[in-house]
């Protein structure tokens, strides 16, 4: 229940991830000597995929 009555009206997201990470698990034991689930890894730039995502949602919602 939203109390707030600035809250009203905003976007909400909400970042998933689950799974095993089979799929990229090659590439990130390869590239970083360990498996890391790929939400954090930087694949570009310096910041982790799920931080990049969520500064995404953030700024969207300026």
């Known amino acids: ?11 909400w997201a ?3 991830a689950g799974g095993e990470g089979e799929r990229m ?5 390869t590239w970083l000597g360990c498996h890391r689930p790929k939400q954090y ?3 570009v730039g310096s910041r982790w995929m799920m ?5 995404g949602v ?5």
């Open 1 to 11: 229940m939203i109390k707030s009555d600035s809250a009203r009206g905003r976007r």
């Open 14 to 16: 909400v970042v998933l």
């Open 25 to 29: 698990r090659s590439v990130t034991t």
């Open 41 to 43: 890894c930087t694949f």
């Open 51 to 55: 931080w990049t995502g969520m500064i």
């Open 58 to 62: 953030i700024l969207q919602g300026l």
